[in-house]
Structures are given as structure tokens and as C-alpha cells.
């Protein structure tokens, strides 16, 4: 158990709408990332918050966006779904994300993810 | 940019074999190394990792060894059991804390 949680862990929605995916970071971990895995894409970084503030952003859709909250913990909206949307999406949080090559600070650890399945 | 190129899967050996996983990247800088492995079903977990050239990673009988000359970073394990069945993710971190990852390598261990 990594201490990284993700609800919900399956959401079946249709094309055109919205949803929210849920992470909470491990306890005293200030940054939190997000990462697509799809079969042709394979595992892609979509956006790094770190204590609330966006860090980094990656192949991201302008259709998705992301906050952190003061408790830390993020959400992921994804709106205007499409079939090729459906994925697994990962949360992973690390104790700060600066950025500096460091045993500690950069090591990511993952929650076991949402998949997304849009019909 | 950043990349990392993995040996394609799957792989499929027997119980007791030795597993050897390429990895070999192109990154701005000294990045950091990862591996990690997910299990049918489950997220990803962080496996082993070096932060500097010549550096060997190790946990629960794997290795992989920084190596900056060659840009590689291959997993090995001296003796795999059924229980390794999953796919493998090589990774960096160059610039900024983004993981950039390959493309997987999906083993099977067979009894």
C-alpha cells in the first residue's frame, strides 16, 4: 500500500459528459501528479500540483483540468468525454517535486488508479 | 525531449530462469532512475532506483545499475518465480519532476 488514494476505482460515463477523479496524497507529501495510461498512448504525465499551486503540465487536453486543495489533496475534471478518453488514471504524490535530482524529494509513489471507461 | 526505450514484451520464461530487461534513455542532464512494476489489476509500485552514474538500485532480488557511458539502466533478476509475473516501467526524471516512462515490458513466469 503505497498511502496514495484514488476514488472512484471504476466510472462507466457516455460521451459528452463530465466527471471528477479523486486523490488524496500521502500524509506529508506536498506535491501531487497526474498520469494517463491508455493502450496506445502508454503511461503519459498530464500535470504536477504542489502545495495547491500547478507545477507542471504535460500533455494535458484543454478539456481536462486539474486543482490541488489546501488539504492537499487534487481532483481531475475531465469534461466533454470522448471514447478515446477511456484509460486507467493515475495520482502520485512525492514529498516535494521541486525538481532537484535527490533520493527523496523525486521518488513518486502511486495509488491504484481510476479507470475511466466512456461508452 | 526525454525518452526511454524498453525491450518489447512479453517476455516468457520459467520458474527459476534469469531475467534481463533493457532499458536504455535520452535525457538533458543527470536524471534520475527508475523501475516500477504493476501487477495485474494494481497501480504502480516503485520497484528500485539510482540517482547518480554508476549507482545500483536492488529490492526483492532485482538490480539495475546506473550506467551514464552507455545510457542504460537494465533490470536483471538472478531467479524469477511466478510471483514477477507483471509489466516492468523503466523511467527517468531529468528537468522538473516529471516521470517520463517506457513503454512496458509485460513478463510471464511460468511454472
Known amino acids: 500500500d503505497s498511502g496514495v488514494t484514488q476514488t472512484p476505482k471504476h466510472l462507466i460515463t457516455a460521451t459528452g459528459q463530465r466527471v471528477t477523479l479523486r486523490c488524496s496524497p500521502r500524509?506529508?507529501?506536498?506535491?501531487v501528479y497526474w498520469y494517463q495510461q491508455s493502450l496506445d498512448q502508454g503511461l503519459q504525465f498530464l500535470i504536477q500540483?504542489?502545495?495547491?499551486?500547478?507545477?507542471a503540465k504535460g500533455n494535458i487536453l484543454e478539456r481536462f483540468s486539474a486543482q490541488q486543495f489546501p488539504d492537499l489533496h487534487s481532483e481531475l475534471n475531465l469534461s466533454s468525454l470522448e471514447l478515446g478518453d477511456s484509460a486507467l488514471y493515475f495520482c502520485?504524490?512525492?514529498?516535494?517535486?521541486?525538481?532537484?535530482?535527490?533520493?527523496?524529494?523525486?521518488?513518486?509513489?502511486f495509488g491504484p488508479g481510476t479507470r475511466l471507461t466512456v461508452l | 525531449g526525454d525518452s526511454v526505450t524498453q525491450m518489447e514484451g512479453p517476455v516468457t520464461l520459467s520458474e527459476e530462469a534469469f531475467l534481463t530487461i533493457n532499458c536504455t534513455y535520452t535525457?538533458?542532464?543527470?536524471?534520475?532512475l527508475f523501475w516500477y512494476v504493476q501487477y495485474p489489476g494494481e497501480g504502480l509500485q516503485l520497484l528500485l532506483k539510482?540517482?547518480?552514474?554508476?549507482d545500483k538500485g536492488s529490492n526483492k532480488g532485482f538490480e539495475a545499475t546506473y550506467r551514464k557511458e552507455t545510457t542504460s539502466f537494465h533490470l536483471e533478476k538472478g531467479s524469477v518465480q511466478v510471483s514477477d509475473s507483471a509489466v516492468y516501467f523503466c523511467?527517468?526524471?531529468?528537468?522538473?519532476?516529471?516521470?517520463?516512462f517506457g513503454g512496458g515490458t509485460r513478463v510471464l513466469v511460468k511454472p
Open positions: 502520485a504524490s512525492s514529498a516535494a517535486g521541486t525538481g532537484l535530482s535527490s533520493a527523496v524529494i523525486d521518488t513518486q509513489y
Open positions: 500524509s506529508g507529501d506536498l506535491s
Open positions: 500540483y504542489y502545495n495547491g499551486e500547478e507545477r
Open positions: 535525457a538533458t542532464g543527470y536524471p534520475s
Open positions: 539510482a540517482t547518480k552514474a554508476d
Open positions: 523511467a527517468l526524471i531529468a528537468a522538473g519532476n516529471k516521470l517520463t
